[in-house]
């Protein structure tokens, strides 16, 4: 059985597809989600899909109707997407009583709840108190399932999304001097503002230079506290609208990715974001913010640029477009790259992993086979990610302070919380034993977000 929250056009739904595409034929399969109006992924004749019906049109919780289905579908195994909503994450309690194997599977950064905590307070304070009950938890990067492990003491599983496109082994010689950008564009935290205001500074050095957008748009979105709408801002900054194209939403993304020299990536945080591997098996260099994950599939100078100001992005996508030396070397180091994550490695995983619980009977022998097997997170070894972890970090309190905290001595000891982590930033660079720090980071930060809240 998969869960997941929502069933329509997007990331988490494409990785289930691909999932259930992959195992039809060697499983039954059911899928259970909300209805949705609108386009969705096309499921496999022998797939069942189940449609709940919203919370206050049933006198029952979607945990207890879910694990009433499972349980009279003799359920094996259970897959959940949804873990950021309490109404699913209770389900994991239901199916431990009813000795159902379980997979949490685990779509967001790490640090994306607590970021958000205004909303997600809640939901991270009751995932946090029933992370013991799924029998196998899933992060899709090493530093999320590392600071996962040290917070709980769990054995944690790193899955990353498959590249859901066929090896593209074509050489293009001759590519237009176009940047893409792909995502859901609606969402704020992919933050369009910063692509536009990128693209105008490079059109000034580059008058050839196209910009693709390819996903949907909310020009109505306020990205600052000004109260300036997208199309506003937009409007202002006088971006030569000639040579931007949008394309909308579309499966058929394959031709833009074939035109581009380089991909745009702005947003705030991202789970894994599949576009850095499609992108890379199409041949085009990623130039992005760095932030923590992204070193999984982004190897600074090597298949793009990890850059940390807009002066610098701007640069750095003028040196894909301007050094034919820098960017075929990026172009071939992208495909290279993007090849660990083709879709049949990653299927390979989660079959082990389906195996591993299948055949184990107890708790303990599930968690040593996942270490037999090297299903287990491997720690990062650059120490900038233990940095960008600290600042992220930084960054939470200081907006908990600003946001929610009043009470005088809670935003004290919040702020002598924020002077150690400088002391923390320094640290780093003499630092031997990372799993100590990183027990230390996420003990404060759920201390100070879910306790202080």
Known sequence: MICCNLWMIG??????????????????????SYVVQGKAYELPDSVEHFYLENQE????????????????????????????????????????????KTIMMNHTS????????GFLCQEVEYRNQIIDKPNVVCFLTNIFSELAKNTFNRTIVTMPNPNTYTNYNEEIDKREETIIAVARFEDPIKRLDKIFRIYKKLSTLNSSVKLCIVGNIDWNVQYEYNGKTLKKMVEELEIPMERVEYVGETTKI????????????????????MI????????????????SGIEDVIEDGK?????????????KLNILLKDEKIYHYMKTNAQKFAERFEKNKIMKRWEELFAILLTSKSQEEIDNKIATNNLFTRMPSDIKVYKKCIEEYQEILEGIIRRTLRCEDIMYNLNMQLSESQEEIKMLKNL????????KIMKKLHNGIIKNK
């Open 11 to 32: 990331g988490i739904e494409r990785v289930m597809q691909q999932l259930i595409n992959y195992f039809e034929q060697k499983y039954e399969i059911v899928l259970v």
């Open 57 to 100: 049109d049933c006198a029952y919780s979607i945990g207890y109707r879910v694990s009433k289905l499972a349980i009279f579908l003799e359920t094996d195994l259970y897959i959940g997407n949804a873990n950021l909503a309490i109404e699913f994450l209770e389900i994991y309690e239901y199916l431990q009583k009813s000795n159902i």
């Open 110 to 117: 790490w640090i994306y709840p607590y970021k958000y905590e």
């Open 254 to 273: 394959e031709q833009y990715y074939k035109r581009a020299k380089a991909l745009m990536l702005t947003s705030e945080t991202e789970g894994f974001a």
């Open 276 to 291: 850095l591997t499609e992108a890379g098996n199409y041949g085009v260099p990623v130039v992005s913010y760095y932030y």
């Open 303 to 315: 298949n793009g640029f990890l850059v940390e100001d807009e002066d610098m992005f701007v640069n």
């Open 432 to 439: 031997t034993n990372k799993n100590l720090l990183i027990k």
